[in-house]
């Protein structure tokens, strides 16, 4: 549903990506990780269409409609309420309101909110904002999912069972997802496939790793499974050598 073929990227004359490959498969979850700086913001910003390739091409049978773009930072409007919130991007005017306001609180009881529509945004924990953040995107019906860092500001058990709610119901949609993350664990327990980017400047796609998990996944029940560990090592070799690699270019 995504083809990202030989990108290449820069800041004027400062060049970061070269020749960046990836492909997301209808469904598919994709994880990409990376050394700090390498690219991987960049990267998403290109598919995501607000950044220009100096070669290379992304193309995807997608119109607009269908990607939906999750930020660390969610940009609920503090002045509506959860409910409005999710429903603002649904298009409803007049009398469908009601529809809109009835889809909205669907999705925020999909999404473990039921009862919290009346709520503003600075009355709602940084997990329940995540979720309703999510549910805003969702509501939307993406068939593709976009997301830098999405979980990077809540606390372990929060993430686990947000991450846990979105891997359900990627399951159920058939939603792609390309997921920036810098946390390894998470990329492989989430992911069917996880990506590697080297370290820049001209960072390359240097490794992919298919995940050979079974699906549907509970998160908690990856991390035992014998062929975890051995991924979670060889991910965690070929970034830190990146990453020494980095270090000692800029000695
Ligand atoms: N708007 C920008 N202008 C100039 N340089 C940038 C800009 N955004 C990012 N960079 C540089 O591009 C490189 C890649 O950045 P980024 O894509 O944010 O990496 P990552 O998300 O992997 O940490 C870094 O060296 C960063 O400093
Ligand atoms: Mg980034």
Redesign the pocket.
Known sequence: MLRVADLSLS??Q?P?LEGASLDIDDGQFVSLV??????????L?AVMGLQKPLAGSVTTELAKRDIGILFQDDALLPWRTARENVALGLGFHGSNRRRAADHADSWLTQLGLSGLGDRYPRQLSGGQRKRVALAQVLALKPRLLLM?EPFASLDAIVRARVTQDLVDLAERERIGVLL?THDLEEAISLSDVVYL?SQ??RARMSQRYDIPLSRPRKLIATRSDPRFAPLLERLWDDLSREVDRGAAEAA
Request: glycine share 24%.
């Open positions: 800041y004027g400062v970061v990376g050394p700090s700086g390498s690219g991987k913001s960049s990267l910003r830098d920036v980017l820049g400047p």
